[in-house]
Nanobody, 124 residues
Framework: VQLQASGGGLVQAGDSLRLSCAVS???????LSWFRQAPGKEREFVAA????????NYVDSVKGRFTISRDNAKTTVYLQMNSLKPEDTAVYYC???????????????????WGQGTLVTVSS
């Protein structure tokens, strides 16, 4: 599985941004997730979508502001980010795994496949 993240940029607080994660290769995915890593901090789980069925999970800090979705062809996963805050500033990564279970979604070490990061900077 190959993942390609894009869509980052510099925005102001309150603005919206949509990240994309292009998926290619053998798509034997169980979950695809977005993580983020701010300078000096550990990589943090943001959101996940189950490949079959499309159920979603979010970290509490983004619930109601961020939406993870997938196109019908299952080639791209999106992270729609609304009402952005300066604390959302980070490098955002998409990650996928074919065997990961629900209880391990927030653990970055549980994922085998990673895209390169895309930087999101939110100014106040």
């Amino acid at each position: 599985v190959q993942l390609q993240a894009s869509g980052g940029g510099l925005v102001q607080a309150g603005d919206s941004l949509r990240l994309s994660c292009a998926v290619s290769g053998r798509t034997s995915i169980r979950y695809l997730s977005w993580f983020r890593q701010a300078p000096g901090k550990e990589r943090e789980f943001v959101a996940a979508i189950k490949w079959s069925g499309g159920s979603t999970n979010y970290v509490d800090s983004v619930k109601g502001r961020f939406t993870i979705s997938r196109d019908n062809a299952k080639t791209t996963v999106y992270l729609q980010m609304n009402s952005l805050k300066p604390e959302d500033t980070a490098v955002y990564y998409c990650a996928a795994d074919s065997r990961i279970i629900l209880s391990s979604l927030t653990n970055p070490h549980a994922y085998d496949y990673w895209g390169q990061g895309t930087l999101v900077t939110v100014s106040s």
